[in-house]
């Protein structure tokens, strides 16, 4: 099968070597059923669950490089940050006492990484972060929590956007149960749904108490399987690539061996093709085929175990 490249790809494929594994090497959304059909409900959950004071939300449960994180910032590049003075609608309760004081900036989704010494402190201090606003280490509870419900408000935070939630596993039972409580305390005082997103042990995480795991439906980035729409992964990661001979990895047994030495996760498989590509530059072959899959050096996550030597560690 012949891939036709973009036509921004074809415009560097004069360029030096350097300048063509830059680019190969940039990051790019690739649009897929399952990951159109998450952003549609995140969209729902972004313009209809504000304001109400229970909204089912989202768990977004995937493996570890299978695209969770880029699927949470495409939603966010959707709705980037504001300035309430230019192009925003401020909140009413606002005073103009408020822009003596701070810039307007308005904050519509605001994305965090769960902490990894789960603490309903160490998770206010992560999102004051976040939101650039200053706070004592010293803080108490009461101040830290105060001061997240104050800034969500203000800057005007419609969904909260929490990663990696398995991490609160980390903590015991108690402190499980205690941040879980406190995000959901924090959704319904401010009406502001709270998208949580983590590998599988994260649908464990939820499962704190019922009032919690009644919030969330779960939906699942599943690994990739040999179907069409795999196919067109391969061939929207190809066209993407500036090189100078035509790629020929879009077969059954080569697709399908590519399939299995990523165990079916988009990153793995977008990364390895990329990887590839770039031998293909460097040693002047200009194409990827299965020779450049198997020579180009990439370790896929399920053989870095398998192929190091912890001996010589």
């Known amino acids: 099968m012949n891939i036709e490249l973009t036509e921004e790809t074809k415009k560097i494929l004069d360029s030096s070597d350097e300048e063509r594994i830059k680019y190969i090497n940039e990051e790019y959304w690739i649009d897929y059923p399952i990951a159109q059909n998450i952003l549609e409900k995140m969209e729902d959950i972004y313009n209809f669950g504000y304001g109400k004071t229970r909204y089912i939300s989202i768990l977004l449960v995937g493996g570890s490089n299978n695209g969770k994180t880029s699927l949470l910032k495409q939603f966010l590049e959707k709705h980037p940050p504001y300035d309430y003075n230019i192009d925003g609608e401020q909140p009413d309760w606002i005073t103009d006492d408020f822009f003596d004081k701070y810039t307007g900036i308005g904050r519509p989704v605001l994305y965090v990484i769960s902490p990894t010494e789960p603490s309903e402190s160490r998770l206010y201090s992560i999102i004051l972060e976040q939101l650039n606003i200053p706070y004592k280490t010293r803080d108490s509870l009461d101040v830290k929590a105060k001061l997240v419900e104050y800034y969500l408000k203000a800057l005007n935070v419609r969904v909260l956007i929490i990663d990696e939630i398995h991490n609160i596993l980390n903590g015991s039972p108690a402190r499980q149960k205690q941040i879980m409580s406190a995000i959901r305390d924090l959704s319904s005082k401010l009406t502001m749904p709270v998208i949580l997103a983590g590998v599988k042990e994260a649908l464990r995480a939820v499962n704190t108490e019922d009032q919690i795991s009644s919030r969330y439906r779960p939906e699942y980035l599943t690994k990739w399987k040999m179907d069409k729409d795999y196919i067109s992964l391969l061939a929207t990661t190809i ?48 194409r990827v085929t299965i020779n450049e899959i198997k020579e180009c050096g990439f370790n896929t996550l399920q053989n870095i175990h398998k192929t190091m030597n912890l001996k010589d560690i």
């Open 239 to 286: 066209s993407k690539l500036p090189l100078k001979k035509q790629s020929t990895i879009i077969n059954k047994d080569d697709a399908q061996e590519i399939l299995e030495l990523c165990n079916g996760y988009i990153g793995e498989i977008v990364n390895l093709i990329k990887a590839a590509a770039v031998y293909a530059i460097k040693t002047g072959s200009e």
